[in-house]
């Protein structure tokens, strides 16, 4: 895919069976990416054709994904299901020509068959007028097929070994091969980038398309998605869908990031990379050919590397947008003493929750801290508090600086105390930013009933 070339015409066709799932997601992203390197376009390919388990909800929920993980398409979504009557054509043009044949073979008949002359041998079967028909695609004995795989490089199919496969079922509905190969072609694709385990049906679609005249498309497989353990990439690793990483309070430019990487790298081996740079340095020829691994550690240390970055502006944004508040004075202020503290969004709330509601009630936390001199602690802290004129980090940190020696304590005792008074918890941001933002009446006050508890 060099700049010189003609522009190129990708496609992302996931089949609407569920959720978009993490392979998928990088299948779109690389999509995406190569389409957007390149100048080319990408077309969204909605692959219904399994009446049964495509819903209107799964493909809601996969544009959804889309959007949320920011990747935009220039066509589309094209319901393959929609196109029957061009799949209708095409069949009618390879029965006309005599390259696909009616078949009333049972499979037991193709058993038998297949019994008589050698497991090896692709069956071939006897043309039919009879109506109602399967229809066979007719694959030359002679021959190999090669899939040019731009990550695989070649890999070759002997013909003689592949059935006469079918294409449509007896009413003349397609299968998915046929449908998927007269669409690549009619919709004028140029490059199928997918999943490894679509490696096998390409052999067929490149006999279906060498049958109805059309040049291949180039093909690049991507290699498996595996968890750390080594083993396929399933829920148990951790968030499986794109939604429950939007859920688990990811940002997408930092899911981009990672899915990136998941197969491709960087010939410096860059690890933080901004999309930008991800379109200027993306080819699809330089992904492995390994199993990838999905790590969801790596993903929360990009993560949290993509939240220190943003601007305060764009934290308090995106922290509003996944907690579902306004965007307002307070949850700044709330974001900006959080920020360096937390790896996801979901990691925020626990964080700045006393700002907005009452100090969480956690026992453990109380038992721990809160030992004889508390009081005397709180109440000078306290007093000092009340004292100053200007209430910020800067006036609070230096009224609270010399009690620790005052009371020949480590400062750790006195900061613990006060930081379970004002949110319950031994788990906050700086406390004298915590301090400052909850404001000098709200921690007096809770300062005062914390005292009043001991
Ligand atoms: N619909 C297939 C899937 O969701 C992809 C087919 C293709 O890309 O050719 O796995």
Not at 356 to 377: H, I, N, Q, T, Y
């Amino acid at each position: 895919m060099m700049a010189e070339d003609p522009p190129i015409r990708l496609r992302f066709a996931p089949s609407p069976t569920g959720a978009l799932h993490i392979g998928g997601a990088r299948t779109a992203l690389y999509n995406w990416l190569a389409t957007r390197h390149s100048g080319g376009e990408l077309v969204l390919r909605i692959e219904d054709t399994d009446r049964e388990r495509s819903t209107e909800e799964n493909v809601e929920q996969i544009l959804d994904a889309m959007r949320w993980l920011e990747l935009s398409w220039d066509e589309g979504p094209v319901s393959q299901a929609s196109r029957s009557e061009r799949h209708g054509e095409a069949l009618k043009r390879l029965l006309d020509s005599g390259a696909a044949y009616r078949d009333s073979a049972t499979a037991k008949e193709v058993e038998a068959w297949k019994q008589e002359h050698g497991a090896d041998r692709g069956y071939r079967g006897e043309p039919t007028d009879e109506p109602g028909a399967a229809v066979r695609l007719r694959v030359p004995d002679e021959g190999e097929t090669v899939v040019e795989d731009l990550i695989r490089g070649p890999v070759s199919f002997p013909n003689r070994s592949y059935d006469d496969f079918v294409i449509a079922r007896g009413d003349d509905s397609v299968l998915y091969n046929f449908a998927v190969a007269v669409d690549d072609a009619e919709m004028e694709i140029t490059h199928v980038v997918r999943g490894d385990d679509h490696l096998s049906n390409t052999p067929k679609q490149l006999l279906v398309l060498a049958a109805l005249g059309h040049a291949p498309p180039r093909y690049a497989h991507l290699p498996l998605l595996h968890g750390p353990d080594g083993r396929k990439l399933s829920k148990r690793h951790g968030a499986a869908s794109v939604q429950e990483l939007r859920d688990a309070g990811y940002l997408p430019a930092a899911v981009r990031n990672y899915l990136a990487l998941l197969g491709w790298g960087a010939d410096d081996d860059a690890t933080l990379m901004s999309t930008e740079e991800l379109v200027e340095r993306f080819r699809i020829e330089d992904v492995g050919r390994a199993a990838a691994i999905f790590d969801e550690k790596k993903l929360r240390w990009i993560n949290g590397r993509y939240m220190r970055e943003m601007s305060l502006d764009e934290y308090t944004a995106a922290v509003a947008s996944y907690l579902g508040r306004e965007v307002d004075e307070r949850l700044r202020a709330a974001c900006e003493i959080a920020q360096e503290k937390a790896q996801t969004l979901a990691e925020v709330w626990p964080l700045i929750r006393f700002i907005f509601e009452p100090p969480v009630e956690d026992e453990k936390s109380w038992r721990k801290v809160m030992k004889e001199d508390a009081g005397a602690l709180l109440g000078a802290a306290r007093e000092v508090l009340a004292g100053i004129d200007e209430f910020d980090a800067r006036t609070v940190e230096e009224a609270l600086t010399p009690l620790p020696e005052r009371f020949e304590v480590k400062p750790g005792r006195l900061y613990q105390s006060i930081r379970v008074a004002i949110t319950g918890s031994t788990i906050s941001p700086g406390i004298f930013e915590s301090v400052a933002v909850l404001g000098r009446d709200e921690s007096l006050a809770r300062i005062d009933a914390a005292i009043a508890r001991l």
